[in-house]
């Protein structure tokens, strides 16, 4: 861990480049931080996907998760998009997680292996 003085004493703004990254100090526009994290993430994955229902934290309501899917970052929003349309519920993409709106992990589950993806119902 890089000292408090070390962390405070980086680049923030170039009048040639723009704002800079904290994390590559690299200008926005070359920051890689994006990529090394999906890629770290893809990296951790076992290739199973794990549907659950959650309640949690959401006053009653509940809430598909799916996790686990071994996508990058914009092919997770697109098959997100795509599962909420075939759905017809809302819900969130983040932090590799996506989130359906309701219970629908039977109609999930059948999306999922017809796309060729390896799937789990987890959870009670």
Wanted: net charge positive.
């Amino acid at each position: 861990m890089a000292s408090l003085r070390d962390q405070l004493s980086g680049l923030v703004y170039s009048t040639e480049h723009g704002d800079s990254c904290s994390g590559c100090r690299k200008p926005v526009a070359d920051c890689i931080c994006a990529q090394l994290e999906d890629a770290e993430r893809l990296a951790t994955l076992d290739g199973i996907v794990r549907i659950r229902r959650e309640t949690s934290g959401r006053k009653g309501k509940g809430v598909t998760t799916l996790t686990g899917v071994p996508l990058a970052d914009a092919e997770l929003r697109l098959l997100g998009k795509k599962l909420k349309k075939l759905c017809g519920t809302g819900g969130a993409c983040k932090d590799g997680v996506i989130e359906i709106q309701g219970d629908h992990r039977e109609r999930l589950k059948l999306a999922l292996e017809q796309e060729g993806f390896k799937v789990k119902l987890a959870g009670g």
